[in-house]
C-alpha cells in the first residue's frame, strides 16, 4: 500500500484535505518566488482566489445542479459590504471571523431569493438573480448614510504579523487569499461526493424522474443556492479585503456574466475547470491589452473588448456542444474509459 | 406512386425497420397491419420525414423525399395523421382545419382549395359542424379522430398516411371512419396507406396489405387473400 | 395634482413601456420556451440606430422606422443563425446563448457610438401638459408612449387571431411538430415570431430613451421590470404583459415617489418574489402551471 492509498482509504475529506495544504505550500512557495519578478501579477493572483471561490459556486449551481444565477457578483455585494461594515465597528476583528459573518450574511439574503425562484425553476431563478444584480447598487445609493453611496465604504488593509514583516504586503494578501479558497475548494470537492451531490447533478438530468425517486426537488435546489451564495459572499469578503473598498462600482451586472464565463470557459460543471476559468477572467483584459497595444485600437474598442469575446465564447460554447458542455464532457470520459479500457484489453 | 426500398430506421440502437420494401399504387389503399411495435408507425414517420432513415429510398412521383422537410413533404401531396390525431388541443376546430398548407395547385383554382375545403368536411363529419368553433380540447375521442382525418383531407393530398385511424373508437364510429377513409379514396382517386390494429375493418376497405413483424415485411399481398390465410393471422395478428 | 394621482399617472405612462418590452419577452417565450436576456440589449442597439439615422437625416420618425426594420431583421437573424441550434438542447444553453448576445451587443455598440450617455430626441413635448391653469402630470409624449403601445397590442391582437399566418404562428407555437406535418414552415415562423418580438422591444427601446438617455446598459433595469411584468403575467399572455405592465409601473411609481427612485429596481425583485411566492403561475395563465 502506498502512502496515498493508506490516505485515500481513511476517507474522501481527508484525502482532498492534505491535497489543499498541499496546494497551498506549494502555491505559496510560487507565488512569493513570483513576486521579485512581477508583482503585479501577485496581486492579480488574490484576485483570482476570490473569483474561483466565487465561480467554484457557480459550478455547483450551474455545473452541478444546472439553474444559473445572473446574480453572483451582487451576492458577492452583499459579502463585501458586510466586511466593511463589521470592520467599521469592530476595527481588529480576526479576517476569519470577518469572512464567516460574510459568509452568513450572503447565505440569508441567498435563501430569500432562492426560496422563491425555487418555485418555479428554469428562467424564472435566472431572472429573479437578474434583478439583485441591477437592483442592488441602487440600495447602497438609496441608503448612503450607512453605504457611503457611490463613494462605497473603505476596507482597512490587511497587514502581515510582526514575524512576517519581511513579506511584501501583496505576497501576504496572496497567501490569505489561498487558504479560504483551498478551504471552499476540499468542502465542495467533498461535497460533490455525498448524496447532495448526486441530488444536484440527478436534478439536473431530470426533474421529475429525481423527484419519482424520492429526492425533494425544490428544497435541494434552494440548498444548491445558497451553498452557491455562501461561496459568493466569502468571495466578495475578500474582494474587499484586496481592494480595500466595497463600492457599487465594483459590482456590475457585468460581474456577475463575468463569473458565469468563468465556468462557462473552464467547462461548466467540474471545481479545477472553475480555477481555470477565473484564471482566463482575471488575466485576459491584459492579454487583450498587450494584443491592443499591437494592433492600436481605439481605446473604446479596447475597453469593451473583453466583454464582448465572452459574449462570443458564450454563443461558440453553445453552438459547438449542442448538448451542453456538461454533455460534451460526458462524451470525453466516456471516450477517455472506452480507451483506457481497450488499453487494459491490450495489456 | 410511392416508392420505399431497402429501408432502415434505428433507434440509437434499436432497429425498428430492417430492409423494407413498399410500392404504394396511384389509387387504392394499402393496408399495413402487424402486433405493436412491428414498426408500422415508424414507417409512417419516416415517410413523412419525421424520422431519417439510416439506409434505403423513398421516392414520390420518382423524386426522392430523402432529407426533405416534413413541411415541404406536405406540400408535395403527403399528407399524415399521426398516431392519436394530433390535433392541436389550444386551437379551435375551425382553426385546425385552417391551419392545414394545402398541397400546392398548379390551376387557378388553388387559393380556393382551402376554404370548400373546410366546408367538405363539416359536410362529412356533421358532428364536427357543431363545433366548429370550440377548443379541440372539448372533442370527444372519435370527434378528434374526425377532425384528424378532415384535417387531411383540407390538405387536397394525392396519399393519405392514416396511423390508426381508428384508435380508441366505438365500433360504430369504427365503421364510419373506414367509410369515409373508402368513399375518399373513390372519389377523389387517391391513394391511402392505412395502419391498422384492427386488421379486419381495414382489410375490408383495403385493396392491397402488408403485414410487419418485428421491422420486417413478413407478407405483401392483395387484401383479399391476406384475409383468407389463417396461418399468417395466427402467427401475427393473434387471432 | 396630488402627488398620488401625479404618480399614478406617470406609473401607468412607464408601465406602457413595460409592457412593451413584456409582451416581446412573452411572444418569444410563447414561440420558442426561452427567456431572450438579450431583449434590452437587442433594444438598445436598436435604439442607437435609430439615434444615427435621426442626426442622419434630422427627421425622428425615419429614425423610428428604422429602429422598428433593424428589430425585426436583429431578431430574425438571432433565431435564424443562433437560436435556432440550441432549441432543441437543455433551456440552460439557451439562456446561456443570449446571455452571449447580450454582452456582445453590449460590448459593439459603445465601440461604434462610445460609452458616454447621450440625449435621445422626443416626438412630442415631455413636458407636463397644461390645461387652462392646471398640470396634468402626462406629457404628450406620456400620451403618445400609451397610444402607441395600445396600438401595437391590438395589431398583435388582430395579426394572432384573424391571419393565416398569425394563426400558423400559434400552431408552431402550441404543437411545433404536428404544424409541421400540416404543412407550417415552422422555422420561418419562428424567425419571424422573435423578429417580430424583438420590433416590440425595439419600440420599448425608443420610448425609454427620451426621458431615460441613451447608454449602452440603459434597458437593463427595463429588462427586469419587462420580465417581473411578463411573469406576473404568466409568461405566456400577451394580455398578461399588458396588465403586469400597467401594474408593475404603477407600484415602481410609488416606490419611486415615497421610498425613493434608486430603490425601484430592488422594489421589482421586491415584487418578483412576492409573485413567486404566492401565485407563481402569474394572474393570467388559466392552463396548468408550466414549468420551463
Ligand atoms: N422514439 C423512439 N425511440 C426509441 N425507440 C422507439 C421510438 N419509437 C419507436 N421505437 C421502437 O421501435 C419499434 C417500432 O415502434 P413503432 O411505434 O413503429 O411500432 P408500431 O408498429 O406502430 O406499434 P403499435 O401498434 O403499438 O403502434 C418498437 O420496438 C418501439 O419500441
Ligand atoms: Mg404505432
Known amino acids: ?347 | 406512386m410511392l416508392e420505399v426500398e431497402d429501408l432502415r430506421v434505428t433507434y440509437g440502437g434499436v432497429t425498428a425497420l430492417d430492409g423494407i420494401k413498399l410500392s404504394v399504387p396511384d389509387k387504392g389503399i394499402t393496408a399495413v397491419l402487424g402486433p405493436n411495435g412491428a414498426g408500422k408507425s415508424t414507417l409512417l414517420k419516416t415517410i413523412a420525414g419525421l424520422v431519417k432513415p439510416d439506409a434505403g429510398r423513398i421516392s414520390f412521383r420518382g423524386a426522392s423525399l430523402l432529407g426533405v422537410a416534413p413541411e415541404a413533404i406536405v406540400r408535395r401531396g403527403i399528407s399524415m395523421v399521426p398516431e392519436g390525431g394530433g390535433v392541436i388541443r389550444e386551437l379551435t376546430v375551425d382553426e385546425n382545419l385552417r391551419v392545414v398548407q394545402p398541397k400546392k395547385r398548379q390551376g387557378p383554382d388553388g387559393k380556393s382549395a382551402g376554404k370548400s375545403g373546410i366546408d367538405e368536411v363539416m359536410e362529412l363529419f356533421p358532428p364536427l359542424a357543431a363545433r366548429r368553433h370550440n377548443a379541440a380540447h372539448s372533442l370527444s375521442g372519435g370527434e378528434r379522430q374526425m377532425l384528424a382525418v378532415g384535417r387531411a383531407l383540407v390538405s387536397r393530398a394525392d396519399l393519405l398516411l392514416l396511423d390508426e385511424p381508428s384508435l380508441g373508437l366505438a365500433p360504430k364510429f369504427v365503421t364510419l371512419i373506414m367509410q369515409t377513409v373508402r368513399k375518399l379514396c373513390v372519389e377523389r382517386n387517391i391513394s391511402v396507406l392505412l395502419v391498422e390494429q384492427n386488421a379486419r375493418s381495414a382489410l375490408s376497405i383495403a385493396d392491397q396489405a402488408m403485414l410487419l413483424s418485428a421491422g420486417r415485411t413478413i407478407a405483401a399481398r392483395a387484401a383479399g387473400d391476406l384475409a383468407k390465410n389463417e396461418e399468417l393471422w395466427h402467427a401475427y395478428l393473434g387471432y | 395634482m396630488n402627488y398620488f394621482i401625479v404618480l399614478t399617472l406617470t406609473g401607468i405612462a412607464a408601465g406602457m413601456i413595460y409592457s412593451a418590452l413584456a409582451l416581446a419577452l412573452v411572444l418569444i417565450w410563447r414561440a420558442t420556451r426561452i427567456v431572450n436576456f438579450a431583449q434590452g440589449a437587442m433594444a438598445m442597439t436598436t435604439t442607437y440606430i435609430a439615434l444615427a439615422v435621426i442626426r442622419a437625416t434630422d427627421n425622428y420618425w425615419l429614425g423610428f422606422v428604422a429602429a422598428l426594420l433593424a428589430g425585426l431583421v436583429l431578431g430574425a437573424i438571432a433565431e435564424r443563425f443562433l437560436v435556432r441550434w440550441v432549441e432543441t438542447g437543455p433551456p440552460l444553453n439557451a439562456v446561456i446563448l443570449t446571455l452571449g448576445l447580450f454582452l456582445i451587443l453590449e460590448g459593439v455598440v459603445p465601440m461604434i457610438w462610445g460609452a458616454q450617455i447621450q440625449s435621445f430626441p422626443a416626438p412630442f413635448s415631455i413636458a407636463a401638459t397644461q390645461v387652462g391653469d392646471t398640470f396634468i402630470a402626462l406629457s404628450h409624449f406620456n400620451l403618445f408612449t400609451i397610444g402607441l403601445v395600445l396600438l401595437v397590442m391590438l395589431a398583435m391582437l388582430v395579426f394572432f387571431r384573424f391571419t393565416a399566418i398569425g394563426l400558423q404562428m400559434r400552431a408552431s407555437a402550441f404543437a411545433p411538430d404536428i404544424a409541421r406535418l400540416l404543412g407550417v414552415r415552422v422555422g420561418r415562423l419562428l424567425s419571424l415570431g422573435w423578429g417580430i418580438a424583438s420590433l416590440t422591444g425595439a419600440i420599448a427601446g425608443l420610448l425609454v430613451a427620451p426621458t431615460l438617455l441613451l447608454y449602452p446598459s440603459n434597458m437593463d433595469s427595463i429588462l427586469v421590470y419587462g420580465f417581473t411584468a411578463a411573469v406576473l403575467g404568466g409568461l405566456d399572455s400577451p394580455v398578461g404583459a399588458l396588465v403586469g405592465g400597467l401594474a408593475i409601473g404603477m407600484a415602481l411609481s410609488y416606490i419611486g415617489g415615497y421610498l425613493g427612485g434608486d430603490l425601484e429596481s430592488i422594489g421589482a425583485l421586491v415584487i418578483l418574489i412576492g409573485i413567486l411566492m404566492v401565485r407563481p403561475q402569474g394572474i393570467f395563465v388559466h392552463s396548468a402551471e408550466r414549468r420551463a
Open chain 1, 1 to 347: 500500500m502506498t502512502v496515498l492509498e493508506r490516505i485515500q482509504s481513511r476517507g474522501t475529506l481527508l484525502t482532498h484535505g492534505l491535497l489543499g495544504v498541499l496546494f497551498i505550500v506549494a502555491v505559496g512557495v510560487v507565488i512569493w518566488l513570483l513576486d521579485s519578478v512581477n508583482g503585479f501579477i501577485v496581486y492579480q493572483l488574490s484576485s483570482v482566489t476570490y473569483i474561483a471561490i466565487a465561480a467554484a459556486g457557480l459550478t455547483v449551481l450551474t455545473g452541478q445542479n444546472g439553474q444559473l444565477s445572473l446574480g453572483h457578483g451582487a451576492l458577492m455585494a452583499i459579502g463585501a459590504y458586510t466586511t466593511a461594515l463589521v470592520l467599521k465597528t469592530f476595527t481588529d476583528l480576526n479576517p476569519a471571523i470577518v469572512m464567516v459573518a460574510s459568509i452568513l450574511v450572503t447565505a440569508v439574503a441567498s435563501i430569500v431569493v432562492g426560496a422563491a425562484a425555487a418555485r418555479l425553476r428554469g428562467p424564472y431563478l435566472a431572472g429573479a438573480t437578474l434583478g439583485l444584480a441591477v437592483g442592488l447598487p441602487g440600495v447602497a445609493i438609496r441608503f448612503s448614510s450607512v453605504f457611503h453611496g457611490d463613494q462605497g465604504l473603505t476596507v482597512p488593509a490587511l497587514s502581515s504579523p510582526d514575524a512576517l514583516s519581511d513579506v511584501p504586503a501583496e505576497v501576504w494578501l496572496a497567501w490569505v487569499g489561498l487558504i479560504p479558497a483551498a478551504v471552499t475548494f476540499v468542502l465542495l470537492a467533498n461535497l460533490l461526493k455525498t448524496r447532495y451531490g448526486r441530488d444536484f447533478r440527478a436534478i439536473r438530468e431530470d426533474e421529475v424522474a429525481s423527484a419519482l425517486h424520492g429526492i425533494r426537488v425544490s428544497r435541494t435546489q434552494v440548498i444548491a443556492f445558497v451553498l452557491s451564495g455562501a461561496c459568493a459572499g466569502l468571495a466578495g469578503s475578500l474582494m474587499a479585503y484586496t481592494s480595500n473598498l466595497a463600492a457599487p462600482g465594483s459590482f456590475p451586472l457585468t460581474l456577475s456574466l463575468q463569473l458565469l464565463a468563468a465556468i462557462v470557459i473552464g467547462g461548466l460543471g467540474t471545481l479545477p475547470g472553475a480555477v481555470w476559468g477565473s484564471l482566463v477572467i482575471v488575466f485576459a483584459p491584459d492579454w487583450i491589452g498587450t494584443l491592443n497595444d499591437a494592433m492600436k485600437l481605439p481605446s473604446n474598442v479596447r475597453d469593451e473588448l473583453p466583454l464582448a469575446l465572452f459574449g462570443v465564447v458564450f454563443i461558440v460554447a453553445m453552438l459547438a456542444f449542442p448538448y451542453g458542455i456538461q454533455g460534451g464532457l460526458r462524451r470525453l470520459i466516456a471516450w477517455r474509459a472506452g480507451r483506457r479500457r481497450a488499453a487494459a484489453a491490450q495489456a
